[in-house]
């Protein structure tokens, strides 16, 4: 059965999978061993837990369920089956269904040539893997958090003096992007060993949830980073 129209990010989806034949009749004498994942293979979430069909039919308790943490509309969710190759078993999928942000929680900082990861968590052994085992508990922080991309890849770095540009963008606890009109700071700090003065802190207004700032620093020294804040939200180094 298909999850409810909206869903809201990090939330466990309640699913129901049945068995059924070409006409769509249950069929209660067979038991495959079925898993509940994204039907995009590009989501960031936590799958459900594996289950065997019993009586033509399963349903995933809260424990067992789904996370979905990219916020967006067209999610969908598909009941894998995880018998051998070969089986007759066709996968299903449930009707689309929208992933909703939540409040303004976090900033995400972005340098040239990196762009925002809606859902993406901060994983050190595995940062690219969009997926968790079910009954993982994901730490959305660190410098992975809500981006990819690697910094100034196109254009190589700055020279002292030459301007660049800062993107900061309002999220969500697990870094979807969210309007916002909040007043944004963007810092940079100091390297050890840096000399001379720099460029002094910026605020600007956040209009639907994003603004850009321009920056040029004049010490030429590796080990530069400039941190977003905005009131009480944490503070995001880039």
Same mark, same amino acid.
């Given at each position: 059965?298909? =999850?409810?129209?909206?869903?809201? /990010?990090? *939330?466990?989806?309640?699913?129901?999978?049945?068995?059924?034949?070409?006409?769509?009749?249950?069929?209660?004498?067979?038991? =495959?061993?079925?898993?509940?994942?994204?039907?995009?293979?590009?989501? $960031?979430?936590?799958?459900? /837990? *594996?289950?065997?069909?019993?009586?033509? $039919?399963?349903?995933? *308790? +809260?424990?067992?369920?789904?996370?979905? @943490?990219? /916020?967006?509309? &067209?999610?969908?969710?598909?009941?894998?089956?995880?018998? #051998?190759?070969? +089986?007759? $078993?066709?996968?299903?999928?449930?009707?689309?269904?929208?992933?909703?942000?939540?409040?303004? #929680?976090?900033?995400?900082?972005?340098?040239?040539?990196?762009?925002?990861?809606?859902?993406?968590?901060? +994983?050190?052994?595995?940062?690219?893997? =969009?997926?968790?085992?079910?009954?993982?508990?994901? /730490?959305?922080?660190?410098?992975?958090?809500? !981006?990819?991309?690697?910094?100034?890849?196109?254009?190589?770095?700055?020279?002292?003096?030459?301007?660049?540009?800062?993107?900061?963008?309002?999220?969500?606890? $697990?870094?979807?992007?969210? +309007?916002?009109?909040?007043?944004?700071?963007?810092?940079?700090? !100091?390297?050890?060993?840096?000399?001379?003065?720099? *460029? &002094?802190?910026?605020?600007?207004?956040?209009?639907?949830?994003?603004?850009?700032?321009? @920056?040029?620093?004049?010490?030429?020294?590796?080990?530069? !980073?400039?941190?977003?804040?905005?009131?009480?939200?944490?503070? @995001?180094?880039?």
């Amino acid at each position: 059965s298909s =999850p409810p129209s909206v869903q809201n /990010a990090g *939330t466990a989806i309640g699913v129901k999978v049945h068995l059924v034949d070409t006409l769509w009749n249950t069929v209660d004498d067979s038991t =495959p061993t079925v898993r509940v994942e994204s039907n995009d293979p590009a989501d $960031y979430t936590v799958l459900g /837990a *594996t289950k065997v069909l019993s009586g033509g $039919y399963s349903q995933w *308790t +809260s424990g067992e369920r789904i996370k979905l @943490y990219n /916020a967006r509309p &067209q999610a969908a969710l598909r009941a894998k089956n995880m018998d #051998a190759p070969g +089986s007759t $078993y066709t996968d299903g999928v449930s009707s689309t269904f929208t992933v909703n942000a939540g409040s303004p #929680a976090r900033l995400i900082a972005l340098l040239p040539d990196q762009t925002p990861a809606a859902g993406r968590w901060h +994983s050190p052994a595995a940062p690219n893997r =969009p997926v968790a085992p079910n009954g993982t508990s994901l /730490a959305f922080d660190g410098l992975e958090g809500g !981006k990819t991309g690697t910094a100034f890849s196109s254009s190589g770095s700055p020279k002292a003096g030459e301007p660049f540009t800062v993107t900061v963008v309002a999220a969500d606890s $697990y870094w979807n992007p969210v +309007s916002s009109d909040t007043a944004v700071t963007l810092t940079p700090v !100091k390297p050890a060993g840096a000399a001379g003065d720099i *460029t &002094q802190p910026r605020t600007q207004q956040l209009l639907a949830g994003t603004t850009q700032f321009t @920056y040029s620093l004049r010490a030429a020294v590796s080990g530069w !980073k400039l941190q977003a804040t905005a009131g009480a939200l944490p503070a @995001y180094d880039t």
